[in-house]
C-alpha cells in the first residue's frame, strides 16, 4: 500500500523560512523523480519544484532563487525548502512521484497536501 507523509506546513511570515518533507513507502516501481506542486484558492495545480533520480532540479520562474528541493533517495524522501516566503506563496503543497518501469512509464502518485500559509 503506497503511503505519503507530509509534514512541515503551517503559518509563516512574509519575508519568513518554512520546510516541508514527503516520505514516501510501498512504491514497488523505480522513482524517477519527485516533487512539489502547489494549488492556491481559485487556482490551478502548478509546478514548484522538481527532482530526478539524477539529482537534475527544475523550478518555477517564482519560486527560482527561494526555494531548494533536496531529496534523500534511500529514505524515498523530498523536501522543500522555502525561504524569503512571500502572501503570493499561500497555497496546498503536494508531494508527486514520479515512477518508471523499465524504460516503461509508471504510475504517478500524489500526497494528500499540506497547507502553506504567507501571512502577517
Known amino acids: 500500500q503506497v503511503q505519503f507523509v507530509e509534514s512541515g506546513g503551517g503559518l509563516v511570515q512574509p519575508g519568513g523560512s518554512l520546510r516541508i518533507s514527503c516520505a514516501a513507502s510501498g512504491i514497488i516501481f523505480s522513482i524517477y523523480a519527485m516533487g512539489w506542486y502547489r494549488q492556491a484558492s481559485g487556482k490551478q495545480r502548478e509546478l514548484v519544484a522538481t527532482i530526478t533520480r539524477g539529482s537534475n532540479t527544475n523550478y518555477a520562474d517564482s519560486v527560482k532563487g527561494r526555494f531548494t528541493i533536496p531529496r534523500d533517495n534511500a529514505k524515498n524522501t523530498v523536501y522543500l525548502q522555502m525561504n524569503s516566503l512571500k502572501p503570493e506563496d499561500t497555497a496546498i503543497y503536494y508531494c508527486?512521484?514520479?515512477?518508471?518501469?523499465?524504460?516503461?512509464?509508471?504510475?504517478?502518485?500524489w500526497g494528500q497536501g499540506t497547507q502553506v500559509t504567507v501571512s502577517s
Open positions: 508527486n512521484v514520479v515512477t518508471v518501469r523499465g524504460w516503461d512509464p509508471g504510475v504517478v502518485y
